[in-house]
């Protein structure tokens, strides 16, 4: 599965996911949108995993976030992205 991703300043990326199943998995809150007794584990630590992501990479209220909306570091932010998706 192929994912693309353009950034805000016109850098354009593809990535290749090897394992289509585990993205499914952390979005599954996202995917899945009644939540049943059957999926339930699933749907709670899909979010769970989601939210602390976003913390760690993403959310501007966190100063040690590793992604920031106005960095002019693209290659440090390149890795970071990497690092988020592995």
Do not use: C, H, W
């Not at 989601?50 to 913390?55: I, M």
């Amino acid at each position: 599965m192929l994912l693309f991703l353009a950034t805000n300043d016109g850098t354009k990326y593809a990535l290749t996911i090897n394992n289509k199943q585990k993205l499914i998995d952390l979005f599954f809150n996202y995917i899945n949108a009644s939540l049943t007794t059957t999926n339930a584990l699933k749907f709670s630590q899909s979010r769970i995993k989601v939210e602390s992501l976003f913390k760690k990479y993403f959310d501007k209220d966190n100063p040690d976030a590793k992604l920031k909306v106005n960095s002019n570091d693209a290659e440090t932010d390149l890795k970071e992205f990497l690092k988020f998706y592995r």
